[in-house]
């Protein structure tokens, strides 16, 4: 099982193990109404026995909710004295998991606003006992009539930049219904966000961190056309826009670089390869000004990505040997591209070179994201 593999979806038919309902639920809630009572009441009647309540800060008329779920459901309530975000609210309910229920396979979070039904998180509870290696996802279904536009191309656009952009391929970006492997929250900790980002950040670390990804499809349920959701897709997906644009900064300083090394020697050498010694008489300028070029140009690229587009963890020793590979495949298709076009269009080579390489671009981003620094 890969990394960021989804899993085939649960049918909902097998047995549920006994210990399904031992595991912890965490439910973050900020400003809570009734629908927190309803549903710590509804998961008490279904089975579940830990209930870990995070009051973000919540003003003092949400007290007594709070001592209700506290002392009439026997829940574990912890509080924030202001409000620190979704991010930092289950970041402090995994610590309290992790030192309370060392056993347990991980937790189940879920949102206090009555989206998520207890047959749903019963779903992701069954999952987990069946896969603790893997991340579980309640997620919705967004084709739905009765969906908010706003939700609905949020996720769209969401999903599509984490497909193509971050190699993570899930159906609903931003279900607040997950199951996490206890292994899977430690590392969670020290992952960056404090807020709605925090749930993003997560899915990014699953191909990092090698964790699956399972999905189960749970009942799309949306209070007062979800007008309280803070979900911003551009902004939540930030970290994603990031890392792009790092790498398409590194490939575009690289390209000057490269443009120009490629340019000069083509000055130097357009009327003078024969002048050249040895085996270098034989090719054509064109090959020998794109091969200095992208020697060096690769070099500079290499290090960029490694140490700070990829933030790549692996050693020199493992990544380079790819990279080499890339870049030397890269360099013999750009010079047989613009060579070939060249001789076809004629003009400057300028020219033909940097619409040749603008596509090789997107090529290599995903080759170096999956294979090079993966």
């Given at each position: 099982m890969r990394a960021g593999e989804t899993l085939p979806i649960d049918d909902g038919n097998t047995a549920i193990p006994a210990e399904t309902f031992s595991i912890p639920v965490v439910i973050p809630a900020y400003e809570p109404d009734g629908k927190l009572t309803r549903l710590i009441r509804e998961l008490k009647e279904a089975g579940f026995g830990n209930l870990i309540i995070v009051d973000d800060g919540s003003s003092p008329s949400c007290g007594e909710l709070f001592r209700e779920a506290e002392q009439d459901y026997a829940c574990a309530v912890m509080h924030h004295n202001q409000n620190q975000g979704k991010g930092r609210a289950l970041k402090t309910a995994f610590s309290f998991c992790l030192e309370t229920f060392p056993d347990a396979p991980g937790c189940i979070t879920a949102d206090a606003d009555g989206q998520h039904s207890p047959e749903c998180i019963l779903k992701i509870a069954k999952a987990m006992i069946e896969t603790p290696d893997a991340l579980v996802l309640g997620v919705r279904d967004f084709d739905r009539e009765n969906?908010?536009?706003?939700?609905?191309?949020?996720?769209?656009?969401?999903?599509?930049?984490?497909?193509?952009?971050?190699?993570?391929?899930?159906t609903d970006t931003q279900t607040g219904l997950r199951g996490i492997p206890a292994s899977f929250m430690k590392d969670l900790l020290d992952v960056k966000g404090e807020r709605y980002e925090f749930e993003t950040n997560m899915l990014l670390e699953t191909n990092p961190r090698n964790v699956p990804i399972r999905e189960v499809p749970i009942r799309t349920i949306y209070i007062d056309g979800n007008s309280s959701s803070h979900f911003n897709p551009w902004k939540d997906s930030l970290r994603i826009y990031l890392m792009f644009g790092k790498f398409l900064l590194s490939s575009l300083s690289s390209s000057v670089l490269d443009l120009a090394l490629f340019a000069l020697f083509c000055h130097l050498l357009r009327d003078n390869t024969r002048a050249l010694p040895g085996i270098l008489s034989r090719f054509s300028y064109i090959g020998i000004a794109t091969a200095v070029g992208r020697v060096i140009s690769s070099l500079y690229n290499y290090i960029i990505n490694h140490c700070i587009v990829f933030d790549s963890k692996a050693s020199a020793a493992k990544t380079l040997p790819r990279y080499v590979l890339l870049a030397a495949v890269q360099m013999c298709m750009s010079w047989l591209l613009v060579e070939w076009i060249h001789g076809l269009t004629g003009g400057l080579e300028l020219f033909v070179k940097i619409p040749v390489d603008l596509s090789l671009f997107f090529l290599s981003f995903f080759i170096q994201r999956e294979i090079v620094y993966k």
């Open positions: 969906v908010p536009k706003k939700s609905e191309y949020g996720n769209k656009i969401t999903r599509n930049v984490m497909r193509f952009l971050a190699g993570v391929s899930v």
